[in-house]
């Protein structure tokens, strides 16, 4: 035993000593430190990361936070979310929430718990097909939803309940589908006191009220007669019920529709965004909260009267790249708030007398890119900005006649008064040709005779 007890005592050490560990790389210690960190970047920064679960509403999007007024704005437009970012993601509880241009296809019972404080919410231009009623459970404050230009054909009463405050609802631009289904909603869109609900949304089905706007729909046209439980089915029950629906088809409209045309962003200003819709003319039934308005990149040809006089509050207008030859008298009537009027690269030629006259505030005025013609009608123009000088324009150069064609279109209506002054009058000091009393004089020999002051008559009796 007295032999054996120093072997057993080694073997004994032996066990007690720890294993011999792998020498670690460069590095890994870094990288495993960082990686404990990641998920609380990704909390603040919102790194568009998923959590382990593989839950899509762990997802935190790349948006960005500002403040208007004491409003917090959230804005997630066009950032490819496929569901709604969890309320938790951002410094405190959004007032306004944007969401527009994204690919959310469904909005499932509680999407929006957490936002109890929203006020407004924006979820145009997505691929929404399901609309679960409980969607919107909890937002008790909404007083803005816009829904519009998406893929919704149905959506039940039940869906609006828990939004009491809701005023402003937008549904246009969705395949409705006008059938006892939607009965509920068609209902409660035409209380009078939801004048701004769901104003311009159509039906899409059935052919009979194709194009019918929903709140002009009669609803006992939704629900024909219903067939009796367990009846057998009827093959030409389809047909019969198709025939309890107008057959006649809907009034023409002669004007495209602004709001089912265009898009509309109602934050952080109301704007109409109406870029390369193939339009041929100015929209109808601009919105008249609208403040900036986009018509570019379309195909218009002539402004006609009073195509904006529903649009008062507008403080921009964009009609750059179209192909406008004609903007009558009373084109742009009823705009005294615009600011700043965009007609570049189009094929004007000249104004005609007075279509600048209602713009009373315009301080900018886009104008190159056109062919101006610098012959005795242009002169209007050029006489307006002088009385104007708090509007800025450019891109005013004569294009023709062909020796004048690059050059100044004031210098050359200056030039041409000059000359004037010389031949019709004698040698004149050029000065005088830049006071009031030129401009008053130049606008009275252009105006037209009906539109002057009032008139002396002289009265001859005849006996």
Known sequence: MRATSPLLLALLVLLLLPPPTKPRKAGQGRRLKLGRRLPRQDRVRGGGRQGRSGDSRRQVPECSEYSDSGDLFVDCQGRKLSSIPTALSWSRAPDHLLLARNHIRALRDGAFSGFEDLRSLDLQQNQISVLEEGAFLGLIRLTTLLLQHNRLGTLSEEALIPMPALRYLRLHDNPWSCRCILDSLVRTLQVPSNRNLGNHARCAEPVGLRGRKLRQVDPELLCPELEPPNAPPDPQGEEQRNSTYPLQPSPIRGK??????????????????????????????????????????????????????????????????????????????????????????????????????????????????????????????????????????????????????????????????????????????????????ELQGELEEVEPAHLRGPQKYHITRLN
């Open 256 to 437: 495209p529709d602004a709001t089912t045309s265009c898009h509309t962003y109602l934050f952080p200003t109301p704007r109409l965004d109406c870029r390369s819709r193939d339009l041929v003319e100015v929209p109808a039934d601009i919105p008249g909260d609208m403040v900036h308005m986009d018509l570019s990149q379309n195909s218009l040809r002539r402004l006609k009267a009073r195509d904006f006089v529903e649009a008062s509050c507008l403080r921009s207008l964009n009609l750059s790249h179209n192909n406008l030859k004609d903007i009558d008298t009373a084109s742009l009537s009823g705009l005294l708030h615009l600011r700043e009027l965009d007609l570049s690269n189009n094929s004007l030629h000249f104004f005609h007398y007075g279509v600048l006259e209602d713009l009373y505030f315009l301080s900018l005025l886009r104008l190159g890119g056109n062919p101006w013609v610098c012959d005795y009608s242009i002169h209007y123009l050029v006489y307006w900005l002088r009385l104007h000088p708090g509007v800025t324009h450019s891109g005013l150069l004569c294009h023709s006649p062909s020796e004048l064609k690059g050059k100044s279109v004031e210098d050359y209506v200056h030039s041409y008064n000059r000359a004037c002054s010389q031949t019709e009058y004698g040698q004149t000091d050029p000065e005088l040709w830049n006071t009031s009393t």
